[in-house]
């Protein structure tokens, strides 16, 4: 009796395994989830070999500098790469090449044109403050130099991940760069954390070029045959609102780590870096599920299959929380010494860190899913809003908490702006699914 009561509880869990596991999504998600295990292992053995090689202060330098790159890439696609996503899936399915083909020309010109504006604006501020900082500087002209493969790697990204092609849009994009830093790290070292990000800069670009070459080749005849057609203003319009949600999205991953050196120190800006790093575990998973997820919830909702999208976004959901959480009990019940057993003896082992950042990390990856579903469904305007007053807040935090908490500031505010964040989002989302795409 009792075992059968047991067997009853226990059925709807079961049931809901079940269907995620029968999910197509799941399956695309299963075999792209390998790829990005292996690129994440990368990334971490990357600095790990950084701090070892360089200490908290040289791993500081290249965080902070590829992470000014990474914003700034992101400013200067500006937007068109969440288009692809939510244009190409439908416009394919649909035939509709000459608008298809405009896009494409189109996102690659746009691309071009701001990674060039960019990447200058950013040396100019590096060059301003040499005076000042003369290691600033030369990492921001560095980042200078990084920030348009990082941009045309984002669009080659979602391009690839529009025709359900996920696995060269991982390798590309997380996997090439520090490939290649590893193979020079560990066969002749690194002289500085200058020569790292130009190593760092190298392999990506080879592999965005690769990749750029191995698109064009897959696309069907009729593409090349069609008239590039389309509206630019309509497109520019859904990608400047596109953009104020991705780049505030991902400057409130990167404003933490390129404050804290100002303001404090590049030291504890590796500290809380290295730090980071390791808490990647939990975000790893979304990161190949928002790859797969975000064209599918496109075409459902631009089809109108409201039924569909509402099973769709439930079942990325359900793989966010079960791919995310395991994660996050792994690291709180972590041994003390886990920065320094990855990074050496010359970090600071505070597991008081690693647990703020564990718990805020676990939230953004559980928001993943919501933010994907509200930007594929024209709300993007929305999102960049509440992601643009969260980042200015973050800032306020940091200018008020880091001089007088440290690398913990950075860990609070970030905590505090996931959760809100994430309620918000919610909420958002739910109304929109419960409402039938209204």
């Known amino acids: 009796m009792l075992e059968s009561a047991r067997s009853s509880s226990m059925a709807p869990a079961r049931g809901l395994v079940a269907r995620l596991l029968r999910h197509d999504m799941s399956r ?32 500081g330098v290249f965080t902070v500098a590829t992470s000014a790159a990474l914003l700034v890439g992101e400013i200067a696609a500006q937007g068109w790469p969440m288009l692809m996503s939510r244009h190409i899936p439908f416009l394919t399915k649909s035939g509709e090449w000459s608008e298809l083909r405009g896009l494409l020309r189109m996102a690659n010109v746009m691309v071009a044109i701001g990674s060039l504006l960019a990447s200058a604006a950013l040396y100019g501020v590096g060059w301003w403050v040499h005076s000042s900082d003369t290691t600033y500087s030369a990492g921001l002209s560095l980042a200078a130099l990084l920030a348009p493969t990082v941009a045309f790697s984002r669009l080659r990204r979602q391009q690839y991940a529009a025709l359900h092609k996920p696995i060269p849009a991982l390798l590309i994009d997380e996997a090439s760069a520090p490939l290649g830093l590893i193979v020079v790290a560990a066969t002749v070292g690194l002289a500085s954390a200058f020569s790292g990000i130009l190593i760092y800069t190298l392999a990506w670009a080879a592999a965005v070029i690769a990749g750029s070459i191995a698109f064009r080749r897959i696309w069907p005849g009729e593409l090349g045959a069609a008239e590039p057609g389309g509206s630019f203003a309509t497109w520019w319009s859904t990608a400047t609102g596109g953009l104020l949600a991705t780049v505030s999205r991902m400057a409130m991953t990167k404003v933490d780590v390129l404050m804290l050196a100002p303001l404090i120190s590049f030291h504890d800006a590796g500290i809380y870096g290295a730090a980071l790093r390791i808490t990647y575990i939990l975000t790893f998973p979304q990161v190949v599920l928002t790859t797969v997820l975000t064209p599918r919830l496109s075409a459902c909702y631009w089809a109108a299959d409201y039924a569909k ?15 995310c959480i395991p994660f996050a009990v792994l690291l709180i019940l972590s041994p003390v010494g886990l920065i320094q057993l990855v990074f050496g003896r010359s970090f600071v082992n505070d597991s008081a860190l690693l647990l703020y950042l564990t718990f805020g990390q676990m939230t953004v990856s559980l928001t993943m899913p919501f933010t994907s579903l509200l930007l594929m469904t024209g709300r993007e305007w929305i999102v960049g809003v509440l992601y643009s007053v969260l980042l200015a807040a973050m800032i306020a935090g940091n200018f008020v908490l880091i001089p007088t908490y440290g690398y913990f500031g950075p860990a609070y505010t970030n905590l505090v702006a996931s959760v809100l964040l994430f309620l918000v989002q919610a909420a958002l989302t739910y109304r929109l699914v419960a409402g039938n795409g209204r």
């Open 309 to 323: 999208l509402r099973r769709t976004f439930l079942a990325g959901l359900g793989i966010a929380a079960a791919t």
């Open 28 to 59: 695309a998600f299963g075999a792209s989830m390998l790829v990005s295990i292996g690129a994440r292992v990368l990334q971490v053995l990357m600095a790990a070999l950084l701090g070892r090689q360089l200490g908290p202060a040289g791993l």
